[in-house]
């Protein structure tokens, strides 16, 4: 199971920060996704980090913004989002890839995604 929560609304310029805690699995052995989707648009990877979490990868309109990073004593996933731009507004989702799918995790399409916590909503107001 994953619990995504830290959502809210922010002024442009600010700052949240996203956390995905998980249970019934081990975190060290998957690697886990932030995925949003704003309205009337297609869900986009923002960033995905290893099962070790010593690699990850960004979508191009988030590097140098966001810092996703893996706590494995908390079990928790985090997106440190910085320097938000009303373009960011979207429902943002964790998600576990499965290993066993095949799919390159570093790719953050979604496509090997198995589990997915409930969405948070992040409004930034310009």
């Known amino acids: 199971q994953l619990q995504a929560s830290g959502g809210g609304l922010v002024q442009a310029g600010g700052s949240l920060r996203l956390s995905c805690t998980v249970s019934?699995?081990?975190?060290?052995?998957?690697?886990i996704g932030w995925f949003r989707q704003a309205p009337g648009k297609e869900r986009e990877g923002v960033s995905c980090?290893?099962?070790?979490?010593?690699?990850?990868t960004y979508v191009d309109a988030v590097k140098g913004r966001f810092t996703i990073s893996k706590d494995l004593d908390k079990e928790t996933v985090y997106l440190q989002m910085n320097s938000l731009k009303p373009e960011d507004t979207a429902i943002y989702f964790c998600?576990?890839?499965?290993?066993?799918?095949?799919?390159?995790?570093?790719?953050?399409?979604?496509?090997?995604?198995?589990?997915w916590g409930q969405g948070t909503q992040v409004t930034v107001s310009s």
């Open positions: 998600g576990r890839d499965n290993p066993w799918y095949g799919n390159d995790w570093s790719r953050c399409d979604g496509a090997g995604i198995d589990n």
């Open positions: 019934g699995f081990p975190l060290e052995h998957y690697a």
């Open positions: 980090i290893s099962s070790s979490g010593d690699a990850a």
